[in-house]
C-alpha cells in the first residue's frame, strides 16, 4: 500500500507536544508500506524561525527513517495572534498540494484535520487524481472556534462550514479520535458505519514509572521537599490555564510548587498574570522534547488537565492526560465529559470544576496528605491506559482501516 498523510505539524519525538502522526507512519513504513508525509515547517507547540527565503521553501524533500517527509512553505509564527495562525493554515492549503501533486499515485491519502482549511485543498488533489481520501477528525472545525469565541465572522463561518460538510461527504471512511467526536457527526446525519474511532494511545516503550528520571528533574529544580503540581502542553485559548494559577493563588504559604511547560498564543498572559499576583510558587518552563516528558511527569506528585467549559470539549480526550496516567502519575482532571468519565473510570484521580480554582487548590492539598491515596489512584490510571489506550493496538487499527479503504474504493469509487 502507497499512503500519503497530509498533517500540517508532522514532527518526531525530538519536538515537543505530540508525535502520534509520526509514530503512525513509523509503524507503517516498518509493516512495508510505502508512506509518505506532506507536512508544513514547524511543529505546532514551538515555532521554528525560517533560515532561508520563502522561494527556497517551497518544497524540500527529507527522510525520516523509512519516511519521506516533504516541507511546503508555511507562514511559522502562528502562536503571534489568530491572524497569524490563519496565515499559517491558508499558506499550508496552498502549498500543501504542491507536495502531494509530485507523488507518485499513492492508493490512499489520510488527511488530519485541523486545520480545515488544507484539508479541502487535499481534497482538490484527491479528486484530480481519483485518491481515496481517510479524514482523521482531531477536533470539530469550526464549531470549536466558534465556542471558545475565537471565531465570529459569519463569512467564514459558513465557508469553514461548507468545507466540513463536503469533506464528511467526499472521504471514504472518518476516523474520530474520540466516541464523542463520532457522536457529534453522526448526530448531524452522516451514517455511524462510515465513521470508525481511533483513539490517541500511549507508547509503553516511552511514557512508564521512572522514579530515578524524575528525582533527577527534582533536584534540577531544587524541589526535593515540595509537592509538585504538573500541566504539560499546549498554552493556548483552549487550555484554561487561569484556574491553574487560581489555584496556586490558594495554595501560597504551602510547600507545593506548580510546573506548567510548554508554550501557545496564552503564554505571555498567563506569565504577566502570574506575575502581576506574586506567585512565586509557579515556574513556567518552555516546552521540551517529547522524549524528555517522562521525566518531568514523573517528576510530579500530581498532574492537572484542564480546558475551558464549552459543550464540545465533553467529548475531548487530551493527549497529556493519557501520558500523565501511562507515568501512574495521579490526575486532576478539570474536562467535563469523556476526560472525566475516563479518570472516574481508572479510578486515576479526582476530577473538579472547569473553572474553580479553589477547588482544584482543596483537592491538591487533600491529597497532598495522602500519598497512599495518591500511588492507589497512578497504578490504577497505569493499568487503565495500557489496557484501553494501546498505540500499538490504535496504530495496527489505523493501518487496517486505510487498507480497507483501498479495497473499498477500488470497488467502488468515491462519488463526487
Known sequence: MKVAVVYQYYQGHQAPGHSLVFELTQHLAGQGHEVTVVSGETGYMQADPAVLPWYRRLLRRERDGAVKVIRT????????????????????????????????????????????FPMFSTWLVCKLR????????????????????????????????????LLYNQAVRIVALTTGIRDDIVARGWPAEKLQVVTCGVDRDMLFTDLPAGQRIRRQLGWQDCHIVLYLGAMGEANNLDVVLDAARQSHGKPV???????????????????????????????????????????????????LDIP?????????LLDYMACARPVLCGVAGEAGQIVKAAGAGLNFSANDGQHLAELIEQLRHDPEKCLLMGRRGQA???????????????????LDSCRVALKAPASG
Open 312 to 320: 464540545l470539549f465533553r467529548g475531548a480526550i487530551p493527549t497529556k
Open 257 to 307: 510548587r506548580y510546573l506548567l511547560i510548554g508554550d501557545g498564543m496564552r503564554k505571555p498572559c498567563i506569565q504577566a498574570r502570574a506575575q502581576a499576583l506574586g506567585l512565586d510558587n509557579v515556574l513556567i518552563l518552555p516546552p521540551i522534547p517529547k522524549d524528555q516528558a517522562r521525566a518531568y511527569i514523573n517528576a510530579a506528585d500530581l498532574c492537572v488537565v484542564t480546558l
Open 130 to 165: 481519483g485518491i481515496p481520501l481517510v479524514l482523521e477528525v482531531r477536533d470539530l472545525w469550526p464549531e470549536s472556534a466558534v465556542q471558545m469565541g475565537i471565531l465570529r465572522n459569519r463569512l467564514l463561518i459558513s465557508v469553514m462550514s461548507w468545507m466540513e460538510r
Open 384 to 402: 487503565y491506559v495500557r489496557e484501553h489506550f494501546d498505540a500499538a493496538v490504535n496504530r495496527r487499527a489505523m493501518e487496517q482501516l486505510l
Open 73 to 116: 512553505f508555511t507562514y511559522t509564527q502562528l502562536h503571534r495572534s489568530y491572524s497569524g495562525r490563519l496565515l499559517s493554515f491558508i499558506s499550508f492549503s496552498l502549498s500543501a498540494p504542491l507536495g502531494l501533486l509530485g507523488l507518485r499515485r499513492p492508493d490512499v491519502v489520510l488527511a488530519s484535520s485541523p486545520p480545515i
